[in-house]
């Protein structure tokens, strides 16, 4: 092997670590950027609507419930609001009594009877899925009356059932340029940076 061989080999075998070095960065750095991005929230939001028509009467009712699908606790009666079960907004119209928009504060306990059920899709009509309400002492609020169902103007009004509780539709979020190209810019510079030490080492 002459002289320029031996150079060429030794620049190749330069070349290869170099690489090896670059990609090891890159991976370290991919890391950092994926733990640095924030984490999906695990209590999600679900739509639960409640209807009368099954009693006879016009009223109907809409809600907001924050779930923790993750400490689904089976089985819970009178069970003050938890990390399982920790937000409600429901809104009651067309009723005789208890019309009105009512949260969390107005109501005290919750009673969930749900084994096994799977919240990625609608709740309602799953074998598992045997109970979901709440009671309040707020004369004005809507109360649990019977399985699935809800009674209005704290259960002196008209009767509703449980129709459906689902996932609530998530947004896709829109993607930031800027965010988007960090990667990218991170990865071209370290291999910039690596491309320069390699040439100063073969002209050093």
């Known amino acids: 092997m002459d002289g320029s061989e031996g150079c060429a080999v030794q620049t190749k075998l330069e070349?290869?670590?170099?690489?090896?070095?670059?990609?090891?960065?890159?991976?370290?750095?991919a890391l950092i950027l994926g733990l640095a991005l924030?984490?999906?929230?695990?209590?999600?939001?679900?739509?639960?609507?409640?209807?009368?028509?099954?009693?006879?009467?016009?009223?109907?009712?809409?809600?907001?419930?924050?779930?923790?699908?993750?400490?689904?606790?089976?089985?819970?009666s009178n069970t003050p609001?938890?990390?399982?079960?920790?937000?409600?907004?429901?809104?009651?119209?067309?009723?005789?009594?208890?019309?009105?928009?009512?949260?969390?504060?107005?109501?005290?306990?919750?009673?969930w009877d749900g084994t096994g059920v799977d919240f990625n899709t609608e709740l309602v009509g799953q074998a598992g899925f045997l109970e979901?309400?709440?009671?309040?002492?707020?004369?004005?609020?809507?109360?649990?009356?019977?399985?699935f169902e809800i009674t209005t103007g704290g259960g002196s009004g008209d009767r509703l059932l449980l129709t459906s509780l689902r996932l609530a539709p998530v947004?896709?979020?829109e993607l930031n340029p800027a965010s988007a190209a960090t990667p990218v810019v991170l990865c071209l510079g370290l291999f910039a940076l690596y491309?320069?030490?390699?040439?100063?080492a073969v002209r050093s």
Do not use: C, H
């Open 195 to 200: 491309s320069g030490r390699r040439r100063a």
């Open 171 to 173: 947004a896709t979020p």
């Open 132 to 147: 979901f309400n709440f009671f309040t002492s707020n004369p004005s609020a809507p109360r649990g009356s019977e399985t």
């Open 38 to 76: 924030p984490a999906s929230a695990a209590p999600t939001l679900f739509i639960a609507e409640w209807s009368g028509a099954g009693f006879g009467n016009g009223a109907s009712a809409t809600g907001m419930v924050t779930l923790d699908p993750d400490l689904n606790p089976g089985s819970a």
């Open 81 to 111: 609001f938890d990390a399982f079960f920790s937000a409600i907004s429901i809104t009651i119209s067309g009723a005789s009594v208890g019309d009105g928009v009512f949260t969390t504060p107005d109501f005290s306990v919750y009673y």
């Open 15 to 29: 070349e290869n670590q170099d690489v090896k070095s670059f990609l090891k960065v890159a991976a370290r750095a």
